[in-house]
């Protein structure tokens, strides 16, 4: 059963249910310069934005982050480079999600009602999902569908999206 303070505070992945405060402000940290500049983060600076080396490299050892080369490029549900899902949030803020799966994630994490504009991978089709007051008020195609897999197998999610 997950803590319902820590899901406010931080979503509900249990990857991220027992980080310690500043490994989560870190984390949280490089989220919004990702989502402020819309690029991935260089070593150096992502070192400077947590505060030390110490929590970089914690954040790499838990894969709570992503590297692309040297680049900070993957802290879910935020992708610093482009994809085919874009989450727009209620406070105007814009990114790309890793998958259209974690972008449903976005309101769990930001607490923000939600636009989610994403193509489906197998058909090339549009998807458009609107989160307001933790519900899916909005949704196009009407017979949209989940399918879920279970992530458990792999220890990198975001290396298999």
Known sequence: MFDTNFMEKYGVSDKYHNLPKDIQDARLKLI?????TGCTISKEEAINI???EKLYNILIEKE???MSGNDVAFLYPVSAME????VKLSDGREFCSMC????LGSYSLFHQDTEINSICSQTGDKIFVKIRDRQIVEHFPDDIHVV???????????STC
């Open 32 to 36: 919004n310069r990702v989502i402020d």
């Open 100 to 103: 259209a799966i974690d972008a």
């Open 50 to 52: 947590c505060g030390d």
């Open 64 to 66: 709570i982050i992503t």
């Open 148 to 158: 879920h897999v279970d992530l458990n197998k792999n220890k990198n999610w975001a």
């Open 83 to 86: 994809t085919n899902h874009r």
